[in-house]
């Protein structure tokens, strides 16, 4: 669980370095240890659709897919810990069903939080790439604890080719 809580917080730090507003980007944070590179693919920065309470006023999103090798592995990546009103708790890790819509589509689905983490991953991680690649706009709803309802809109225009870039990163055609 710590090399993940790392892996999100070097993952913030270098979207807020590097992040090039309107469009995704393809960038790596290096591994202090082993300089092995890890790339992933980032969407534009989001921002609430409403201003939230203290401590969550300067709250930030982005679309986060990585590459494990095998399987992409889309999140959403915030710029604090999150806590939202409807999860319930796992073994580390907290579990919530939310709605997201893909263009004019609403659908619910499934995501998991690590206890302290910044990251909400798409459970069927499948799926969700699929949506990414073909849709133009995603927005997710969250019921954030002490803001009520709040939605995050993400611009999907070229994420399918920043995945491809990533794959071919890693060799993957």
Known sequence: ????????????????????????????????????????ASSPISYPNSVMNFPYADACAWLIVLYNGENDLPLVLFNLIPTFSNTSIGDGYYLLS???????SVEQMEFYQPILGNGLFFIDYKRATKMIRASKTMRIELNWLGNGLVYFDFDLTGASKAIDNLHAVYGKK
């Open 1 to 40: 669980m710590r090399k993940g809580m790392l892996v999100l917080t070097v993952v913030l730090i270098s979207l807020l370095t590097t992040a090039v507003f309107g469009e995704w980007t393809l960038t790596y944070f290096t591994d202090e240890m082993t300089g092995q590179r890890t790339w992933y």
């Open 98 to 104: 939310t709605r997201v819509k893909w263009n004019n």
